[in-house]
């Protein structure tokens, strides 16, 4: 080496840190753990030839698994396995999520199919079951797909590992698809609820916490989770009950546009992009096309779709992407007639779910603990007067025709429960000053309008009013409020066609 080579800090190589040698060594140990286990784990599935009940068990291959023949079994859902079935064939598929050896003559498997969990029992018996079998089945790694034909049991002793009380005796075992050896997040721990890991620590003990980087990082894990499939399904619920409860009162389904070429409701907080040349947006809201819906003649209509809002805040309130569940209706005299479809359809809903989902519920509050909702068979309706009142009753100033903020929104929902037991309630008839231009205004008071609020627990679900129909009067309206008419002349001209029309339009937010 050269004096000026020597010389050179470019030319010495770096040495390694601490910290990095220490997570290469890591690495290097979690690598040859996995590969260790992969050797282990195609030992065990290897099929002994000399075993009289090999075609009993085993990894299915490839080639039966291209649909190469119709099948006439008929698969029982894990959820469907009940004490009726007892002394029953049942055939099986799901996610092998525990395994467990005792000893090497029996063997323990959780199946998992969605949320719905089934205990399989392998113990050897002439015939039925050969060690060999114990061995594949104790060799399969977690999450693997798995076929299972065997005979219901009913223990005598509850089943504290699995939601179905029932166990399967496994007569046939069979690997669909074989999961990697080690996973990156295991789902035990990703379903772990946030006070069994703080209870464990007041124990001494440290349980994995799954941060929110990695479980969606490894969605497609994380999804597995009980509470996250009972979520879907109380969404799926929700989504359905909403459709067939409108649909039954007269309302018809329609799909507005996403792609458009304005905003929809105004303000900075939309996504703006370049369509072939063209400036455009994605729909904020289907607001303007569900009231073009009322005047092309439909009377009533509901929208399931996107909305898209360019969102700064970081709130759970504040999403940048959601699916919207939105209705437009004529009304023939009161808006209280809009009041008595959010009335019906809530308690509708609340109580199908209620129903429906029990299961799905009780495994969304193990994980994320929630108290049941308390709502009314009529629902709640106060006016913003009385709930002003009720807050200055217990020591809150609030302006009589300003709006209320998030705390004094919550502070009304505590005092409703505590007043009238509910956690369900509607607000209407809000101040003129804090609503749209387009608002209808009371009768009686010019200060209040035709508006309400929809609250649970405190937080605001659904803003609603009844819109402004006579073009003369919006126009008044908007000039009051200090827009320039000019800019929503289109939006005017709109109610010439339909003087006669009332309109109400809610959306839930």
């Not at 359905?240 to 649909?247: A, D, G, P, T």
């Not at 360019?310 to 007639?337: N, P, Q």
Request: aromatic content about 8%; overall charge negative; proline content about 4%.
């Amino acid at each position: 080496m050269s004096s000026e080579e020597s010389m050179n800090p470019a030319a010495e190589e770096k040495k390694p840190s601490k910290k990095e040698l220490a997570k290469l060594e890591r690495q290097r140990k979690r690598q040859e753990a996995a590969a260790a286990s992969a050797t282990a784990a195609a030992a065990s599935l290897s099929i002994s030839a000399d075993d009289p009940l090999a075609a009993s068990y085993g990894e299915i291959p490839l080639n039966d698994l291209q649909s190469k023949e119709l099948s006439s079994s008929l698969w029982t859902p894990v959820k469907d396995l009940t004490c009726e079935l007892k002394e029953t064939s049942v055939l099986i598929q799901g996610h092998a999520q525990a395994i467990r050896a005792v000893g090497k003559k029996m063997a323990f498997l959780v199946v998992r199919e969605e949320c719905f969990t089934v205990q399989c029992v392998l113990t050897v018996a002439p015939d039925l079951v050969s060690p060999q079998m114990v061995k594949f089945a104790t060799g399969l790694s977690r999450e693997s797909i798995v076929d299972i034909e065997g005979i219901v049991s009913v223990p005598s002793q509850p089943i504290t590992g699995a939601s179905q009380q029932v166990e399967i005796q496994v007569r046939k075992l069979y690997c669909v698809n074989k999961a990697v050896p080690i996973l990156p997040i295991n789902i035990e721990d990703s379903a772990r609820s946030e006070a069994e890991i703080e209870k464990a620590l007041q124990a001494g003990e440290q349980l994995v916490r799954v941060n929110q980087d990695t479980r969606l990082n490894y969605r497609v894990l994380d999804l597995r989770t009980p509470a996250n499939q009972g979520i879907f399904t109380v969404q799926c619920q929700v989504e359905e009950i909403f459709r067939q409860y409108l649909l039954s009162n007269g309302f018809r389904g329609i799909h507005t546009p996403k792609l458009i070429a304005g905003s929809s409701e105004g303000g900075a907080a939309v996504f703006r992009l370049d369509y072939k040349g063209t400036p455009a947006c994605l729909a904020q809201s289907p607001q303007l096309h569900k009231q073009m819906a009322i005047c092309g003649g439909f009377n009533r209509v509901f929208e399931i779709g996107a909305v898209y809002r360019a969102e700064d805040s970081f709130t759970h309130r504040h999403l940048c992407e959601f699916v919207g569940l939105d209705v437009e209706m004529r009304i023939k005299k009161h808006y209280s007639e809009v009041m008595d479809i959010v009335d019906g359809l809530f308690v509708k809903m609340f109580d199908t779910l209620n129903e429906k989902c029990a299961k799905e519920l009780e495994a969304i509050n193990k994980q994320y603990p929630f108290e049941k909702l308390k709502y009314l068979r009529k629902t709640l309706r106060l006016t913003f007067e009385e709930g002003v009142h009720m807050l200055k009753e217990a020591g809150i100033e609030v302006d009589p025709f300003g709006d209320l903020n998030t705390e004094t929104e919550r502070k009304l929902g505590q005092l409703v429960l505590e007043k009238y037991g509910t956690e369900f309630y509607i607000l209407h008839r809000y101040p003129l000053a804090v609503r749209p231009f387009y608002t209808m205004p009371c009768h009686d008071n010019s200060k209040y309008s035709n508006s309400f609020d929809v609250f649970i627990r405190g937080e605001e679900i659904i803003s609603g009013a009844q819109r402004i129909h006579v073009p003369e009067f919006l126009t008044e309206r908007a000039q009051a409020c200090g827009i320039d008419v000019s800019t929503i002349s289109t939006y005017i001209d709109a109610f010439r066609f339909i003087i006669d029309f009332q309109l109400l339009v809610y959306l839930f937010l």
